[in-house]
């Protein structure tokens, strides 16, 4: 069974940073391209950042272009999102989610519980 | 970017009612649209995938049509279950971007 467990949420301060992470299990990770998708508090969703399998393509969203970098770890099963210079306008529910292609396609077949990150002074 | 707009934005249906909601691209996206059920508190689950191919598992109530820039989802027989969020989301470029969501409850 897939398992996209995510971590690294919290209370930042407006300029901040923080890193997430999300623990795959269940499949084999380094097969799969992988997305962070977000959602406001009482809002949609939106597509924040994805990487290919081996991390050779990464996209991101307008709003989030130069300050957040996603990468990933094959070897820990692990994807990761460093988010910097953050602003009220990140405060979220992030999840991770699994793509069903080795390269980005953007059909997202498993997604994790999220981690809420909140950002205020 | 691509832009989704999804129409009602929430509605209010009784037990077996057959449930329709529209999804709009601002620009064709071919068959390149997935549509996700997001329960209360819980995360989005993948139902429908190039427009009209149910993912395995998914209960035959559901369906999706259309291509280019117009898209409907369809629930054949409301169930209790159902009351949820859809979202519609294109992926014909690699900027993805998700509709503002469709809340259906029972009357």
């Known amino acids: 069974e897939v398992q996209l467990v995510e971590s690294g949420g919290g209370l930042v301060q407006p300029g901040g940073s923080l890193r997430l992470s999300c623990a795959a299990s269940?499949?084999?990770?380094?097969?799969?391209?992988m997305s962070w998708v977000r959602q406001a508090p009482g809002k949609g969703l939106e597509w924040v950042s994805a990487?290919?399998?081996?991390?050779?393509?990464?996209n991101y969203a307008d709003s989030v272009k130069g300050r957040f970098t996603i990468s990933r770890d094959n070897s820990k099963n692990t994807l990761y999102l460093q988010m910097n210079s953050l602003t009220a306008g990140d405060t979220a529910l992030y999840y991770c989610?699994?793509?069903?292609?080795?390269?980005?396609?953007?059909?997202?077949?498993?997604w994790g519980l999220g981690t809420l990150v909140t950002v205020s002074s | 970017d691509i832009q989704m707009t999804q129409s009602p934005s929430s509605l209010s249906a009784s037990v077996g009612d057959r449930v329709t909601i529209t999804c709009q691209a601002s620009?064709?996206?071919?068959?390149?649209l997935n549509w996700y059920q997001q329960k209360p508190g819980k995360a989005p689950k993948l139902l429908i995938h190039?427009?009209?191919k149910l993912e395995t598992g998914v209960p035959s109530r559901f369906s999706g049509s259309g291509s280019g820039t117009a898209f409907t989802f369809t629930i054949g027989s409301l169930q209790s279950e159902d009351v949820a969020t859809y979202y519609c989301?294109?992926?014909?470029?690699?900027?993805?971007?998700f509709g503002p969501g469709t809340k259906v409850d029972i009357k």
């Open positions: 989610a699994k793509d069903v292609n080795t390269l980005v396609q953007g059909v997202f077949d498993s």
């Open positions: 990487i290919s399998n081996r991390g050779g393509s990464r």
């Open positions: 190039d427009a009209s």
């Open positions: 989301q294109q992926y014909d470029n690699l900027r993805f971007t």
């Open positions: 269940g499949f084999t990770f380094s097969n799969y391209a």
């Open positions: 620009q064709d996206i071919s068959h390149y």
